[in-house]
């Protein structure tokens, strides 16, 4: 599904751009559907990173994990920092970002993690913070 959003918001971008830029011919016209395209792509794949560790409903299995490693994330909201944790779960270690800026405060390296995942897929997973804590606790 990413992928064809990608795909689906690449071409867009090169409709766009050769749909303002109709006056350019020959090799300018090919270049700017191309950069057309990569914006339309590059701004794609920044919004999927950004949205980060989403929950779906494929995700009808939960094991036990243990957190690796907890740090800063390299993506801000409201000038507030995310975090990202590194998850040893079923012989697979997983970085899942972005995490609330809380959740440094709730969860330290060693603690225990609820992965819920696809059964067909298990590298298709979700970080449940809330449960996590409530495990914690």
């Known amino acids: 599904m990413k992928n064809m959003i990608s795909i689906?918001?690449?071409?867009?971008?090169?409709?766009?751009?050769?749909?303002?830029?109709d006056h350019l011919?020959?090799?300018?016209?090919?270049?700017?559907?191309?950069?057309?395209?990569?914006?339309g792509w590059s701004i794609t794949s920044l919004l999927l990173k950004a949205s980060g560790n989403l929950k779906s409903s494929k995700h009808s299995s939960s094991t036990i994990g243990v957190i690796n490693e907890l740090g800063y994330s390299?993506?801000?909201?409201?000038?507030?920092p995310r975090f990202k944790a590194s998850i040893s779960y079923l012989g697979?270690?997983?970085s899942f970002e972005p995490l609330p800026a809380n959740t440094h405060l709730s969860l330290?390296?060693?603690d225990?993690?609820?992965?819920?995942?696809?059964?067909?897929?298990?590298e298709d997973s979700y970080?449940?913070?809330?449960?996590s804590i409530k495990l914690k606790s």
């Open 127 to 131: 970080f449940d913070l809330e449960e």
């Open 74 to 80: 390299t993506i801000r909201v409201n000038r507030m």
């Open 108 to 110: 330290s390296s060693g």
């Open 92 to 94: 697979i270690e997983k």
């Open 25 to 39: 011919s020959g090799w300018l016209y090919v270049i700017n559907v191309f950069l057309g395209g990569f914006a």
């Open 112 to 122: 225990k993690a609820v992965i819920k995942y696809n059964p067909n897929k298990p």
């Open 8 to 21: 689906i918001m690449g071409l867009g971008g090169a409709y766009w751009f050769s749909d303002r830029y």
